[in-house]
Every structure is written in C-alpha cells, then in structure tokens.
C-alpha cells in the first residue's frame, strides 16, 4: 500500500489556520475534581515519531491535538481538541448559535467559555444537533444550564431522539465496554501507548446530558432563519448516523459537513458496535450535497478535525469523499457475487491510486479491512455460506481443542512463538489466543499474548485499531475495568419514551428464570394518557399501549395508576409512594425478582 507525501504540509496549515487562542491549562475537571479530558497529555507529540508508532497515524494524533479557539470564516468559529469531537459557534443578531456541544457538559462548558473569553460574553440563542450520537449532544447542559433552556430552539434531522437514546436501551451497556478498547480510555497517553482515535483524540468521560430538539428538520430544503442567521438544510438520514443533516449558512457562504466527511475513511461499521452502516446511501447523499449546494459556500467544516477553504478544494475533497464508499460499497459487491468471503475480500481488497494518496482517505477510523467485512455483513451475515462455519465450537471448547491438536499448552505456545518471531503476528495472535481461552490462567500464554497485541498495535495506522490491540494487552496483564462514561445516567433516562423504558427493562429479563410466570400488570400514565399493558409469559416480557381509558378484556393482576416521573422512581427501586394500586403489589416485586444487572465489565480478552 502506498502513503501520500509527507512533505504537504496543507493540513497542518488548515488546522492551525484563523487560531484566537488556547485553553491553558488544557485540562478539564468536573465537580468532584476528577480530571475528565486532558489535551496536555498529548504534548508528546510535538517529538518525533518513535518506533512504537506508524508513521501516519502520529501524523494524525499531531493534527487532531491541536487545541484551542479558531475562527472559521466572519462569524463561525470553532473549538477543537477539548474532546473528541468539534464544537461550533455561530454569531447571530443577539447571541450564539451553538453546533453540536460535545460529549460531556463539563468539556462543553469549558469550550464555551473559551470562546466567550475572546468574543465577549454572548449567549447562547441556539442549539443544532448535526446528528444522533452522543459526542454531538451529550455536552447540551453545559451551554444552556437547567432552567435557561426556555424559548431556546433546538434543532435536530427528524428521528433524532429516538435513535439517540435508543442506542443506550438496547446494546448501549456492551457498546460502552467495548469503546473502552476502542478509544483506548485505560490507556496512558504515552508514544507507546494511546496516541488518537483517528476521529480525534479520544472521548471525555463527563456527564452525558441531552436536551430534546424543539425544532425538526424534516425536509431536504427547509430553510430556518434563527437568531438572524439563515440555514437551508439537506438531510442526509443512513449516512454516518440513522438521523443526520447537512446544512448552509448562505449568507456566510459556510457549509457544515456535520460527521458524513472528515479528514479520514469513515466506519461502515463502528469497532465498540453499531447497526452496519449504508456506504451506498452514504455516497450518495455526498453526491447530492455537492449538487445542492453548488456555489453556494467557500468554507467547509465537519464536527470532526479541520475545514476546507476554498470552494474548488471543497468540491474535490467532496466528490473523492463520495467516491471513496461508493467504490468500498460497489467492489465488495463485485467480489461477494464472485464468491468470495468478507476476509478474502479485505485482505485483496485495494483502493484506487487516487483515493490510497489522499490523505483525508487513510484508514485512520474506519479501515478497509473492517469496512469491506461489515458491507459484506449487511448484504448477507454472519454466515459465510460454508456449512463448517454453521455450527462450530463456542471459542473455548474450539480453543481446547486447537491446543490440542498442536501437542498441548508448551509445544502450541512454542510455535505460537516462532510465528511471532518469523513476524506473523497475526497468526501468532490467533494461536496465543486459543491458549488463552483454553486456559485463562496460563500466565506464559497471557504474556506471550499481550506482547503481540503490543506489536500489532503499534505497527497499525488505524486509531481504534491500535487502541483495540494496547487495551487488550493491558487487560490480558492489568485485568477488566468498567467505564468511566455512563450512558444510562437520568438526564438521559428522561428521554426515552415509555416504550423504551419498557424495552430496556424487556432485554434484563433472566428469561429461563422466568419461563413459568404468567404475569400481566398494567401501567395507567395519567399526564401521557396513556395505558401501557405489560405481560411477562414464557420468560419473554412484551407490552402493548392503548388510550388511557382503553377498555381491555383480560383483567391485569396489578394495575398501577401514576405519573411518568413516578414510574421512573419505580423503575429505580425507590417503592411505590403516591401510586394508586389496584391488586397486589408484591406483583411488582415479583417482576422485578427477574431482573438483571449488566456486567459493566465483562471479559473480552478471555472467557
């Protein structure tokens, strides 16, 4: 694989380029004093690149670590590097408009006030969320405090709610430990160890708040005049995110390119898991935006790294962009309907010239590899077609039997060492790994295994990548460790609709626990009039919703007539005080004798 020239230097000029000032220190704390960003960590980047990084990803972490408040264009401006993610300010007639305030509300409040210290104490009239994940909202409380939100807009695409929470119903506790592998939150940012996540640096661990959109954007077209600024809006939903949205400032001739094109290949499918992404949809909503837009803008900027100046260089960073998933999506369509397999496809798979030299389309986030495998998982699965994949071996019985059929523990762990040797690192970590499955306490294999997941990950140029690699290494030496950022706090609970809150309780129910109930209780929600029937039958929990004075044959066993607020108490275990209960209540403890925790902490390295 080719490299581009290291020697243009054209994105350390945009990144540095309209720079107001820094945060110093570059750290920030939330109330209790514990540090939950730290942008000065990274002042090791300022040397060269060491052995223990590739070359291009140090390049990447140099330009993502850049820090501080910059001016855009008249009007726009951005803090970048005190988060993963961008935050962007729009001056308007009264105050400023903010896009997309972060990850947590203490890194959003510190960027805001940055801002306010050079562009004077202006306020926030304004807020836009370009799309649903969490490092676009989580930070909303930390520019409009509770009680200043009142008459405030909030601008989001439409579905923006339900798949930003929905996201932390379903899978959100296994999403969030295994972004601890890819982000690399456990690691020290050292050369040798956590360096970027390609997107940016890495994620803050504050407090995830959201504040729910007053204002949809439901149209591709639809203009908004806020705080006199006008905005006309392209939405661009299956993109990068099920609800997304492109949009112009015409009057500032500035386009926001929200997360559907940044300075690296994105993810089709996200490492720590996600629904697999659209890259056909995807290229060609950035076709439409080229088209839509036309003429119409001289400065483009994303939630994620640095603008583009210049409407030709904005054009052509666009089409090379769309081009860049169109040919991910198409050749591995080319190649899957020849017959072959996700990692036949990634390991032939090349991009053309032009694209392999750009360097805004180096795998730095999204890889080939894993990219080509989620296209081919979208089309057609897990499963490969080969019935000798159809009913394998869990890993560790597979494990106990690959170890024997090497000789035993010594003589797999002595060839898993030569290959190591040889360089086959890749072989050697699949070998060490059935080590470690078959036996978890093995320290020589554990060791063995953790010094090639160090290779691997400093050799690789993909930001998740190496961390997936060190977080491993780590565990394998240091053991598991839970998340430091909590997705499921109670700013964001309040969010979720009864039907989500009744989903999330469904998927922590021990179903063999529970295959002999029969129990049906009934929720009366007076301020959502509303009557949420819940059945618990066969170990499955399943509900149903019908108008408040909805008549229903089958009487419950229990019916509780209460307020949302009060169900959520419940739902807490804080008992039923206030509640109107019709039957008996011990059939609410009942149901809740079947309901599980989480493991927030759960082995992924071992069995």
């Known amino acids: 694989m080719s490299a581009p020239p290291f020697e243009d230097t054209t994105d350390f000029e945009n990144a540095e380029r309209g720079f107001v000032g820094a945060l110093k220190p570059a750290v920030v704390k939330n109330a209790d004093g514990r540090v939950v960003y730290d942008n000065d960590a990274y002042a090791f980047l300022e040397g060269g690149c060491p052995d223990t990084a590739n070359p291009s990803l140090w390049r990447q972490a140099q330009l993502c670590a850049k820090q501080g408040l910059f001016q855009v264009t008249d009007r726009v401006y951005q803090v970048r590097g005190l988060d993963l993610s961008n935050m962007t300010l729009v001056e308007g007639d009264q105050g400023v408009i903010v896009i997309d305030p972060l990850i947590s509300a203490e890194t959003a409040a510190v960027a805001l006030a940055l801002y306010r210290q050079h562009r004077g104490d202006r306020p926030v009239t304004a807020l836009i969320y370009t799309h649903s994940h969490g490092d676009h909202f989580g930070g909303a409380r930390g520019v409009l405090p509770p009680g200043t939100e009142d008459g405030i807009p909030v601008l989001a695409p439409a579905g923006f709610l339900e798949h930003a929470v929905s996201e932390n119903v379903y899978a959100g506790n296994a999403m969030t430990r295994r972004a601890i592998f890819m982000y690399g939150d456990r690691l020290p940012k050292a050369p040798d160890g956590q360096i970027s996540a390609g997107l940016g640096m890495t994620t803050s661990t504050g407090t995830i708040t959201l504040i729910p959109p007053t204002l949809d954007i439901t149209h591709t077209g639809q203009e ?144 080939v590899s894993h990219n080509v495998k989620a296209i081919y998982q979208r089309y057609l699965g897990w499963f490969d077609g080969n019935p000798a994949h159809l009913w394998e ?68 140029e993909n930001g998740p990548w190496r961390n997936f690699y060190l977080t491993a290494a780590l565990e394998l030496r240091q053991g598991e460790s839970p998340a430091l950022l909590d997705p499921t706090n109670p700013q964001m609970a309040v969010a979720l609709t009864t039907d989500m809150v009744l989903d999330s309780l469904a998927i922590r129910i021990d179903g063999p626990r529970a295959w002999h109930e029969d129990l049906t209780i009934d929720l009366a929600l007076t301020d959502e009039r509303r009557r949420h029937r819940v059945t618990l039958h066969n170990g499955a929990l399943t509900h149903r919703s019908a108008p408040l004075d909805h008549t229903v044959g089958t009487p419950a066993d229990l019916t509780l007539t209460l307020t949302r607020p009060q169900l959520f108490k419940a739902l807490e275990g804080q008992g039923l005080d206030g509640v109107t209960t019709d039957g008996d209540p011990a059939h609410w403890t009942r149901l809740f004798s079947f309901v599980t925790e989480p493991d927030n902490a759960f082995p992924i390295v071992t069995p």
């Not at 990634?346 to 991009?351: H, N, S, T, V």
């Not at 090497?406 to 086959?424: C, I, M, R, S, V």
């Not at 072989?427 to 010094?451: C, E, I, K, M, S």
Request: aromatic share 10%; charged share 20%.
């Open 224 to 367: 908004e005049a806020v705080d006199g600024v006008r905005i006309v809006f392209q939405l661009t939903p299956g993109t990068e995110a099920p609800a997304e949205m492109n949009f112009l400032f015409p009057d500032l001739r500035a386009l926001c390119l929200a997360e559907n094109a940044t300075h690296n290949m994105h993810n089709i499918l996200t490492l720590r898991g996600a629904v697999v992404r659209d890259a056909r949809i995807w290229s060609r909503y950035l076709d439409e935006t080229v088209d839509f837009f036309a003429g119409g803008y001289e400065v483009a900027f994303a939630s994620h790294h640095w603008p583009t100046w210049g409407h030709e260089n904005i054009v052509a960073f666009l089409t090379a962009q769309r081009d860049l998933y169109a040919y991910l999506h198409d050749q591995t369509l080319r190649l899957l309907n020849q017959g072959l397999t996700g990692p036949e496809i990634a390991e032939e798979f090349r991009l053309p010239p032009a694209l392999e030299n750009a360097w805004h389309a180096r795998g730095y986030y999204g890889s």
């Open 393 to 460: 071996h869990p890993p560790v019985e597979q494990a106990k039997r690959y170890v024997d059929i090497a000789g035993g523990p010594e003589q797999a762990l002595t060839k898993a060492t030569a290959y190591a040797e040889a360089g086959d690192l890749r072989f050697a970590a699949t070998l060490l790994n059935h080590l470690v499955f078959a036996n978890p306490a093995d320290p020589g294999a554990r060791t063995a295994l953790a010094a090639v997941y160090d290779r691997l990950g400093h050799g690789a």
